[in-house]
């Protein structure tokens, strides 16, 4: 059944807004020119508060979150998010402070702010940390300008970086956003970069390296203290996409293998939800040398005051208005409180033992690229369903109809057909067998019965749709 | 551990099943002197009713529009947030979700953003909006870049009287690539088109005015319109409050070619800055420049309308390095929240809204002239914005107004030197006309 659109429900004269009833003593037509005034704002809904309620209500059911089931997204760490955080948000200093209030009002989210800075310093291994990027892809954009700067200051800003082919698509296209070209450097058959490839493409134009660790086949790279080396040999810089740091909390730092530059994705790691879409929190990590090209500001402690620092003559600037997603560092913050040290060492350990268990389980059934072992995913393909024409699309579309969102799928590009899977530390040894248990059945069905999945899915509010025909006719608002 | 289901029965049995001995077999492939032995120095944890205790302090020592009576905007807008917003946007299905990739199973989420980029084209009056970017500040940064791709050029003007963090952010963004000039203000607050009319030329990719300016006035926006548009540039407008919308003619009806904003005014907390919301709208002719996810309307395979992400050749996952942007996590739920909140409010509480606001701002103007020691520099029409000049210092009467717990607004002097002497003072309808006394009274 189709849910019609807000716009479909409308009718003239309709309210569902609450306003003050007072008579006005301004007539906008006497303090405005009538060439600035609007008249109407053309096809804007008229609906009852009732009618907005039953509409949003009808549209969550058509949609599945981390609390409706298991979400195995490789690289997206869908861990659940706990209800507290959300509490925590709505606090009335966090949810009502305005960012331009002054300092001595706002020592309460200041100290937050910094706190949280000095965490994720000490998990990430590194020295000072700028919370302003918005997301992971804004983070990503942030440290590569700050690699930049560096070299700009030295006097040669380098004009490519070197980035590995299992990147995620966001890599290459922060670099681009910074000015810099694009070189792309093979992984080895075991899935890893190679100091030699590194060695061979590093020169002194280059102005360093972005990879991922553990990387987008969830193999840590074991090379990496080596290939910094490489990279800093030649002057050049290490940037690390900390997507994958559900894997190494409290196990592993980056900043003790090299790396200079880290961003941390808080909707990831840290369990801040991922709201369809956003809002998320790319906090970048640098080393001491580097800090003083991060963002303004940034929150230092004087004595007993939290105190927003402008004070970095080298500064990049700004990459966002205010301070950034504050209220998504507060669910962090909590997060991290509630797990402690020991908490997120358990937390680490337990995704990348449901990640080899599941590994464990699939390997008879499913094709696995690169046999090194796993960390907290591991990615399969589609080579074996293949031969009875069912791709790894075919299989994604046929596992909702077992209830379960599909794994990340046709990523990272080095595996045709690539199914990534990614099941958090926060799912129970039951949910991972009922998922195994899923896959078996889809693996049967794709030799015995592949018909069946080429039309999946079968159980969803809508069959599987036309996304071909999106892109053909063009459709993308509600026109009367 | 709450979070964290598993017992020593299914760590013994699941490390048997891989042939692991330990958890820490897991991790024996990292070379030992990359692994860190001594745990994290991180405070001890928090049970949750701690934990909440604890956030309760910091919460209770900061304050905020309830605590205090304030009258700070500049880019950040305190408005009433309709309880049925959060009643919405808290549902898990649409707080835990994850991007809709997966149509089939995310038609929810899909068809809520192809909704809000609807009202997002109506409330501009432009032909189509994107699912939406960080904040007001990139948004304009991203727009800027897009003028550049579109018109292969690379000057970009902004006025000064853009919010000043908006053009820090263009500056990063567009470092080593746009040449970023910046034109001033006329004696009325408004941006000296006679400037404009001179720079801009065919090296000019854009012009950004923002509109109520920073200072408050609206803009000569039909004026503007021409002077770009002789120059063959892209008119890039930024609405810092979109609630002003409800009274004043869209950007689209002065034929903008890209219009950003904040959305965070519609239907979001102030939240000491962020999230905020990008709002993106463009002209159909640059849809395939336009970064940012879109939501398109399509069918299945029954013929059922449906709705999926589209246009994913412009983004970072297909075309990398080619990409229009590297944007990919966005600010999906606030752009619900705006959703939701603008059916609310409807066309005729949009209107009613922005007519309540303006009255309000007027009270307070007419009521702070009759002080002494009190100037307008700027007197151009304006919304809800208004710069006052005075004669004592306007920080020292910010720290002199905390103890009656009120903040007068916010002193100039931080982003434009040659305003020490002047103070930003934003109304919103959660400023009653009590407040508005008090404002009065205590500046007396």
């Given at each position: 059944m189709d849910e019609p659109l807000i716009f479909e429900r409308s009718r003239r004269g309709r309210k569902g807004y609450s306003l003050p009833e007072e008579k006005?003593?301004?007539?906008?037509?006497?303090?405005?020119?009538?060439?600035?005034?609007?008249?109407?704002?053309?096809?804007?809904?008229?609906?009852?508060?009732?009618?907005?309620?039953?509409?949003?209500?009808?549209?969550?059911?058509?949609?599945?979150?981390?609390?409706?089931?298991?979400?195995?997204?490789?690289?997206?760490?869908?861990?659940?998010?706990?209800?507290?955080?959300?509490?925590?948000?709505?606090?009335?200093?966090?949810?009502?402070?305005?960012?331009?209030?002054?300092?001595?009002?706002?020592?309460?989210?200041?100290?937050?702010?910094?706190?949280?800075?000095?965490?994720?310093?000490?998990?990430?291994?590194?020295?000072?940390?700028?919370?302003?990027?918005?997301?992971?892809?804004?983070?990503?954009?942030?440290?590569?300008?700050?690699?930049?700067?560096?070299?700009?200051?030295?006097?040669?800003?380098?004009?490519?970086?070197?980035?590995?082919?299992?990147?995620?698509?966001?890599?290459?296209?922060?670099?681009?956003l910074c000015g810099y070209g694009v070189i792309q450097v093979k992984t080895t058959e075991k899935g890893v970069l190679a100091p030699e490839a590194v060695s061979q493409a590093m020169t002194e134009d280059i102005a360093g390296l972005m990879l991922t660790n553990p990387n987008t086949l969830g193999l840590f790279e074991t090379n990496i203290k080596e290939v910094a080396e490489v990279v800093h040999s030649k002057g050049g810089l290490v940037y690390c996409d900390g997507a994958n740091m559900n894997a190494l909390m409290g196990i592993a730092r980056p900043g003790d293998m090299g790396v200079d530059v880290l961003q941390f994705n808080l909707h990831k790691t840290f369990s801040t939800p991922h709201g369809g879409g956003g809002p998320g929190s790319g906090p970048v990590a640098v080393k001491k040398h580097l800090r003083r090209f991060l963002p303004v500001p940034l929150v230092v402690k004087k004595g007993t005051k939290y105190v927003l620092d402008y004070k970095l003559p080298d500064s990049i600037g700004k990459v966002k208005a205010f301070y950034g997603n504050f209220g998504v560092m507060v669910r962090a913050y909590a997060y991290i409180r509630s797990m402690g040290a020991s908490g997120l060492k358990r937390a680490s350990e337990c995704a990348v033992l449901n990640a080899r268990y599941l590994r464990e389980r699939l390997l008879p059934y499913f094709d696995l690229p690169y046999d090194s072992p796993c960390l907290h995913e591991c990615v399969f393909s589609d080579n074996k369903q293949k031969e009875k024409g069912v791709t790894t699309l075919d299989m994604a579309k046929r596992l909702m109809d077992y209830g379960f969102h599909p794994p990340t799928i046709y990523f990272p590009l080095v595996v045709q057909g690539a199914l990534m899977i990614e099941p958090t530390e926060t799912e129970s040894r039951e949910t991972l067998d009922e998922f195994v248990e899923a896959m078996i059945a889809i693996a049967k069905e794709a030799q015995e019965n592949p018909e069946i999945i080429l039309s999946a899915p079968h159980r969803t509010k809508v069959s599987r749709v036309d996304e071909v025909k999106a892109a053909r006719e063009l459709i993308l608002k509600w026109k009367p | 551990m709450r979070f964290l289901p598993h017992t020593e029965d299914d760590i013994r049995e699941m490390l048997e099943a891989i042939g692991a001995g330990s958890l820490a077999d897991l991790f024996s492939h990292i070379p030992s002197h990359l692994k860190k032995e001594a745990p994290l120095r991180l405070p001890p944890r928090l049970s949750e009713q701690e934990l909440l205790s604890h956030l309760s302090a910091l919460s209770g020592s900061t304050a905020n529009s309830e605590s205090f009576i304030s009258f700070l905007g500049a880019g950040c807008y305190d408005h009433f947030i309709p309880a049925a917003v959060d009643a919405i946007s808290s549902r898990s299905e649409f707080l835990t979700s994850y991007t809709p990739y997966q149509p089939e199973v995310s038609q929810g989420v899909l068809?809520?953003?192809?909704?809000?980029?609807?009202?997002?084209?109506?409330?501009?009056?432009?032909?189509?909006?994107?699912?939406?970017?960080?904040?007001?500040?990139?948004?304009?940064?991203?727009?800027?870049?897009?003028?550049?791709?579109?018109?292969?050029?690379?000057?970009?003007?902004?006025?000064?009287?853009?919010?000043?963090?908006?053009?820090?952010?263009?500056?990063?963004?567009?470092?080593?690539?746009?040449?970023?000039?910046?034109?001033?203000?006329?004696?009325?607050?408004?941006?000296?088109?006679?400037?404009?009319?001179?720079?801009?030329?065919?090296?000019?990719?854009?012009?950004?005015?923002?509109?109520?300016?920073?200072?408050?006035?609206?803009?000569?926006?039909?004026?503007?319109?021409?002077?770009?548009?002789?120059?063959?540039?892209?008119?890039?407008?930024?609405?810092?409050?979109?609630?002003?919308?409800?009274?004043?003619?869209?950007?689209?009806?002065?034929?903008?070619?890209?219009?950003?904003?904040?959305?965070?005014?519609?239907?979001?907390?102030?939240?000491?800055?962020?999230?905020?919301?990008?709002?993106?709208?463009?002209?159909?002719?640059?849809?395939?420049?336009?970064?940012?996810?879109?939501?398109?309307?399509?069918?299945?395979?029954?013929?059922?309308?449906?709705?999926?992400?589209?246009?994913?050749?412009?983004?970072?996952?297909?075309?990398?390095?080619?990409?229009?942007?590297?944007?990919?996590?966005?600010?999906?739920?606030?752009?619900?929240?705006?959703?939701?909140?603008?059916?609310?409010?409807?066309?005729?509480?949009?209107?009613?809204?922005?007519?309540?606001?303006?009255?309000?701002?007027?009270?307070?103007?007419?009521?702070?002239?009759?002080?002494?020691?009190?100037?307008?520099?700027?007197?151009?029409?304006?919304?809800?914005?208004?710069?006052?000049?005075?004669?004592?210092?306007?920080?020292?009467?910010?720290?002199?107004l905390l103890k009656k717990k009120i903040i007068p607004g916010l002193p100039l002097g931080r982003y434009y030197p040659e305003m020490k002497d002047c103070l930003l003072i934003s109304v919103t309808e959660k400023n009653s006309p009590e407040d508005i006394e008090a404002l009065c009274k205590a500046l007396q």
């Amino acid at each position: 059944m189709d849910e019609p659109l807000i716009f479909e429900r409308s009718r003239r004269g309709r309210k569902g807004y609450s306003l003050p009833e007072e008579k006005l003593k301004t007539k906008p037509q006497d303090v405005i020119p009538d060439r600035l005034l609007r008249q109407d704002i053309k096809d804007f809904p008229e609906v009852s508060e009732l009618d907005v309620v039953r509409h949003f209500t009808h549209l969550s059911q058509r949609n599945y979150g981390v609390d409706t089931g298991f979400y195995p997204l490789g690289s997206c760490t869908m861990k659940y998010n706990p209800k507290i955080n959300e509490e925590a948000a709505r606090l009335r200093g966090f949810a009502l402070s305005h960012p331009c209030q002054p300092e001595e009002l706002s020592q309460g989210v200041l100290r937050l702010i910094f706190e949280l800075s000095q965490f994720l310093a000490e998990i990430g291994g590194l020295d000072a940390v700028s919370l302003q990027p918005a997301a992971g892809a804004q983070g990503e954009f942030t440290g590569m300008r700050v690699i930049r700067a560096y070299h700009e200051k030295k006097g040669n800003p380098r004009a490519a970086v070197l980035i590995p082919d299992t990147a995620h698509g966001t890599n290459p296209a922060s670099s681009r956003l910074c000015g810099y070209g694009v070189i792309q450097v093979k992984t080895t058959e075991k899935g890893v970069l190679a100091p030699e490839a590194v060695s061979q493409a590093m020169t002194e134009d280059i102005a360093g390296l972005m990879l991922t660790n553990p990387n987008t086949l969830g193999l840590f790279e074991t090379n990496i203290k080596e290939v910094a080396e490489v990279v800093h040999s030649k002057g050049g810089l290490v940037y690390c996409d900390g997507a994958n740091m559900n894997a190494l909390m409290g196990i592993a730092r980056p900043g003790d293998m090299g790396v200079d530059v880290l961003q941390f994705n808080l909707h990831k790691t840290f369990s801040t939800p991922h709201g369809g879409g956003g809002p998320g929190s790319g906090p970048v990590a640098v080393k001491k040398h580097l800090r003083r090209f991060l963002p303004v500001p940034l929150v230092v402690k004087k004595g007993t005051k939290y105190v927003l620092d402008y004070k970095l003559p080298d500064s990049i600037g700004k990459v966002k208005a205010f301070y950034g997603n504050f209220g998504v560092m507060v669910r962090a913050y909590a997060y991290i409180r509630s797990m402690g040290a020991s908490g997120l060492k358990r937390a680490s350990e337990c995704a990348v033992l449901n990640a080899r268990y599941l590994r464990e389980r699939l390997l008879p059934y499913f094709d696995l690229p690169y046999d090194s072992p796993c960390l907290h995913e591991c990615v399969f393909s589609d080579n074996k369903q293949k031969e009875k024409g069912v791709t790894t699309l075919d299989m994604a579309k046929r596992l909702m109809d077992y209830g379960f969102h599909p794994p990340t799928i046709y990523f990272p590009l080095v595996v045709q057909g690539a199914l990534m899977i990614e099941p958090t530390e926060t799912e129970s040894r039951e949910t991972l067998d009922e998922f195994v248990e899923a896959m078996i059945a889809i693996a049967k069905e794709a030799q015995e019965n592949p018909e069946i999945i080429l039309s999946a899915p079968h159980r969803t509010k809508v069959s599987r749709v036309d996304e071909v025909k999106a892109a053909r006719e063009l459709i993308l608002k509600w026109k009367p | 551990m709450r979070f964290l289901p598993h017992t020593e029965d299914d760590i013994r049995e699941m490390l048997e099943a891989i042939g692991a001995g330990s958890l820490a077999d897991l991790f024996s492939h990292i070379p030992s002197h990359l692994k860190k032995e001594a745990p994290l120095r991180l405070p001890p944890r928090l049970s949750e009713q701690e934990l909440l205790s604890h956030l309760s302090a910091l919460s209770g020592s900061t304050a905020n529009s309830e605590s205090f009576i304030s009258f700070l905007g500049a880019g950040c807008y305190d408005h009433f947030i309709p309880a049925a917003v959060d009643a919405i946007s808290s549902r898990s299905e649409f707080l835990t979700s994850y991007t809709p990739y997966q149509p089939e199973v995310s038609q929810g989420v899909l068809q809520a953003i192809f909704e809000y980029q609807t009202l997002v084209c109506q409330l501009f009056e432009m032909d189509v909006a994107n699912a939406s970017m960080y904040d007001g500040a990139s948004a304009a940064a991203e727009a800027v870049l897009m003028a550049g791709r579109i018109k292969r050029r690379t000057k970009a003007i902004l006025s000064m009287a853009l919010h000043p963090e908006y053009r820090s952010v263009i500056k990063t963004y567009c470092h080593g690539q746009m040449d970023i000039q910046e034109i001033g203000l006329t004696k009325e607050g408004l941006t000296d088109l006679l400037s404009l009319g001179r720079l801009a030329d065919d090296t000019t990719a854009c012009v950004v005015l923002q509109s109520p300016n920073f200072f408050g006035p609206i803009e000569r926006l039909g004026e503007a319109d021409a002077i770009v548009h002789r120059a063959g540039a892209l008119f890039v407008m930024a609405v810092a409050e979109p609630i002003s919308l409800g009274l004043l003619r869209p950007p689209g009806s002065f034929n903008a070619d890209i219009v950003v904003g904040e959305g965070q005014p519609l239907g979001s907390p102030t939240s000491f800055g962020g999230p905020g919301l990008g709002l993106f709208a463009t002209r159909n002719a640059h849809v395939r420049q336009m970064p940012g996810r879109i939501v398109g309307q399509t069918a299945d395979k029954e013929g059922k309308r449906a709705f999926c992400l589209t246009l994913a050749t412009r983004e970072q996952h297909i075309r990398r390095e080619k990409a229009t942007s590297n944007i990919c996590t966005n600010e999906g739920l606030l752009a619900l929240r705006s959703a939701v909140y603008l059916s609310l409010m409807g066309k005729q509480g949009l209107r009613r809204l922005s007519e309540i606001i303006l009255d309000r701002t007027e009270l307070l103007k007419k009521r702070l002239k009759r002080i002494p020691g009190l100037s307008f520099p700027f007197n151009a029409p304006a919304f809800n914005e208004f710069v006052v000049r005075m004669k004592r210092s306007p920080e020292k009467l910010v720290t002199a107004l905390l103890k009656k717990k009120i903040i007068p607004g916010l002193p100039l002097g931080r982003y434009y030197p040659e305003m020490k002497d002047c103070l930003l003072i934003s109304v919103t309808e959660k400023n009653s006309p009590e407040d508005i006394e008090a404002l009065c009274k205590a500046l007396q």
